[in-house]
């Protein structure tokens, strides 16, 4: 079993709607919590991160972590067909944002015109 | 501002040879850690250097090794090449905080193929 589990999709949508990506991971140790968009034959680019439970918003993203439940998720509002890209959620130890990261396999995401 | 810089972008080896990628660390980073990406996965950890040592290091075999540069330049080096060895090179930096590191930014990576 894998640490980080991710539905790799495609999730597919039309323009304007909300895409829902989620993540479930199994090590109680991951204390910092961040979702890459990655475009194809590109690195990944860091989109937000987040420490311990809560939500924390930034523009159309929203993250929200649920540490009882071993849950993390990403909400795009008004989907844009730039944001058609594979989206990575990624997990390290406490205090520790740029160490070692464990990924999830990712989530490829198309929107719609 | 610079940020994460990687050489070079495609590379075609063949199976037994050795390769070196090289990536250039954000400005003001310090520490650079290099994922393996195979295609349709998510990267996956391979070590980390910090003050031109390997600090941690992820599953892989002796046959990945590393060296970081006073100016936190790294090298990768990949010796016997095998075809599972395909995939894209990624470079990421950090900054050391306190007792922590702050998010890591990722290069464009390389994308090795071994024929």
């Known amino acids: 079993q894998k640490e980080v589990e991710q539905d790799p999709g495609p999730l597919s949508v039309p323009e304007g709607a909300i895409v829902s990506l989620n993540c479930t991971y199994s090590n109680s140790a991951f204390q910092y919590f961040m979702w890459y968009r990655q475009y194809s034959r590109k690195g990944p680019e860091l989109l937000m991160y987040t420490y311990s439970s809560g939500n924390k918003e930034d523009g159309r993203f929203t993250a929200q972590v649920d540490k009882s439940s071993k849950y993390i998720s990403l909400f795009i509002r008004d989907s844009q067909p730039s944001d058609s890209a594979t989206y990575l959620c990624a997990m390290s130890p406490i205090k520790a944002a740029g160490n070692k990261l464990t990924f999830g396999g990712g989530t490829r995401v198309l929107v719609k015109p | 501002d610079a940020g994460v810089t990687q050489s070079p972008t495609h590379l075609i080896k063949t199976r037994g040879q050795q390769v070196t990628l090289r990536c250039s660390p954000k400005?003001?980073?310090?520490?650079v850690s290099w994922y393996q990406q195979a295609l349709g996965q998510g990267p996956q950890f391979i070590f980390q250097y910090y003050e031109e040592e390997e600090r941690q290091r992820g599953n892989f075999p002796d046959r990945f090794s590393g060296h970081q540069f006073p100016n936190y330049s790294s090298e990768l080096n990949v010796n016997a090449l095998l075809l599972g060895d395909s995939a894209l090179y990624l470079c990421a930096s950090s900054l050391v905080v306190g007792r922590g590191l702050t998010e890591a930014f990722f290069g464009q990576g390389t994308r090795l193929t071994v024929v």
């Open positions: 400005s003001g980073h310090d520490t």
